[in-house]
């Protein structure tokens, strides 16, 4: 792009300020904001709402002393758990969202039949066939990893599907003129080019699993990060409670940071060529 | 001594020389294709001859890319048959190679340079095929750009990545759907010349669709002229203008500017008639 500015000051630092500066100053809203929490939470004293520092300061205690009395740590046997459940589900969801996005981009007429089901399915909320899942699965791990993978399949098959469609007719034309054979052509042309849009899929999938993963454990659970929350609000434990929900907060953070770097270097070609 | 006989046989052991002169590389007869009940192709016949240069022009819409989809088996026409080195065409042949018109779409985009011109070699080590592209991107001046994306280069310089993709493949056809109508007329003239070079050092025949009557003189060693919608060859134009030519000194001929002419003439008669 074609920005005519005074010599001196960069286009970029005009705009928005140099990464430091943006750094900086997205760190300082952040802050700003959790002093007026902790400000309000220090005037206006209420027993559920605790002050920002005191929550933080009590991560470490959720983390590694069960709030039951027991002596195992939470971090091992309920935000590893949780972990390990939700990728399980998100990656069985992702891989047959692919799977089946993929036939229906490249097959017309399965796109054409099935679309009034795919639309009416993936309009149900996921969270509404909670119900389905525990009486097919019963309670425990295999019901919440069907029930993200379920949740997550949608995002990703309907990405998939439109990304695998709007290949251009050329690259199919050059995959054939070229003779790759149609593993070649579909892992070497059809994928990649579906990419941006597959992962498009992923991210808002990601967002479904951790709302899923937190839902699956509100009901019928022995642990996990979804179960602690629940256990701590009922015991009215509303500091641990509090706690727990950061952690879920930043947890979820985390996870859509790792994808945006896996997608970020997956997809640097594709920043480059819209340019 | 075998000649040319009713049994002509398909032995890859026959003295092919022999046969050099009288054996088409690419047949085409009475070609025809329709979309529903459009017809596009009206019946075309034509050979290629082992290291022709042969264009193919004719008025825009009138199914020149259709023609040259048949000729490559990406598509079966209606009727009408098409063989290469004596086969009958039912897809994509093994020593067939085409260079799209449209060169950001034919270069995946995920693809470096080298890449994009390594990903269709089958049979070779990755240090062979790695020889062969940088033999085929030096061919076609672009030595030194392998490990550059096709979005960092211009027009131009894709499409010659494009063709330096189909000159490592090594066809002994190619095939070119205007090539050069997006690009700017210095580097269309700058292609041009290179295509010809390229011809006159690989020997690779050649079948080049185009819109453009001086640029379908100034390559080939014959112009087929082909009518409006649907399709019929109007007349097959011998340029007889020896190698190498020059865009300057060659279009000055007088046998240039008048095969030009000729060939702009059928095509305007098309139009006409088209108008009429």
Known sequence: MAVTVAVTVPAAARRHGGPLVRILLSVGVLVVLVVLWQLATMTWKSPFFPEPLRIFANIPKVLTVDSAGGSTSPFFTDVLASIGRMLAGYVLGCAWGVAAGSVLGRWRAARDYTSPIVEFLRSVPATAVLPIFILLFGLGQGMQIAFIAWGVSWFVLINTASGVASIHKTLIDVGRAFRLSPAKQFFGLVLPSAAPKIFAGLRIGLTAAMILIVTSEFLGATNGIGFQLIQTQRRFQLVDMWSWMLVIAILGYLLNTVLELIEARALRWHAGSRR | ?276
Do not use: C
């Open chain 2, 1 to 276: 001594m075998p000649g040319p006989a009713d049994d002509f046989p398909h032995d890859d052991n026959l003295d092919t020389e022999y046969f050099m002169t009288d054996t088409p590389l690419l047949q085409v007869t009475d070609l025809t294709h329709s979309y529903g009940s459009h017809l596009i192709l009206g019946g075309i016949s034509f050979d290629v001859m082992p290291g022709e240069f042969v264009s193919i022009v004719g008025p825009s819409g009138a199914g020149k890319t259709t023609l040259l989809r048949a000729l490559s088996g990406l598509m079966m026409p209606s009727g009408g048959s098409v063989r290469f080195d004596g086969e009958p065409v039912t897809g994509v042949p093994a020593a067939m190679a085409m260079v799209f018109q449209d060169y950001s779409r034919s270069l995946p985009p995920w693809l470096s340079v080298e890449k994009n011109v390594t990903f269709p070699l089958t049979g070779l080590s990755k240090a062979e095929a790695r020889d062969r592209a940088h033999e085929s991107l030096a061919a076609v001046g672009l030595l030194g750009h392998e490990s550059k994306y096709p979005w960092e280069l211009s027009g131009g310089m894709q499409q010659r990545v494009a063709i330096a993709r189909a000159l490592a493949y090594r066809p002994r056809l190619l095939l070119m759907d205007e090539p050069f109508a997006s690009v700017d007329a210095q580097t269309r003239a700058d292609l041009e010349d290179l295509v010809l070079n390229l011809k006159q050092q690989f020997d690779i025949t050649t079948v080049f669709v185009t819109h453009d009557i001086e640029e379908s003189v100034y390559l080939a060693d014959r112009v087929l002229v082909l009518s409006k919608s649907p399709a019929l060859l109007v007349e097959a134009i011998d340029v007889p203008i020896p190698m190498p030519r020059d865009q300057i000194t060659t279009k000055e001929l007088d046998e240039f500017v008048h095969l030009r002419g000729r060939v702009a003439r059928l095509i305007r008669a098309q139009s006409d008639s088209a108008a009429a």
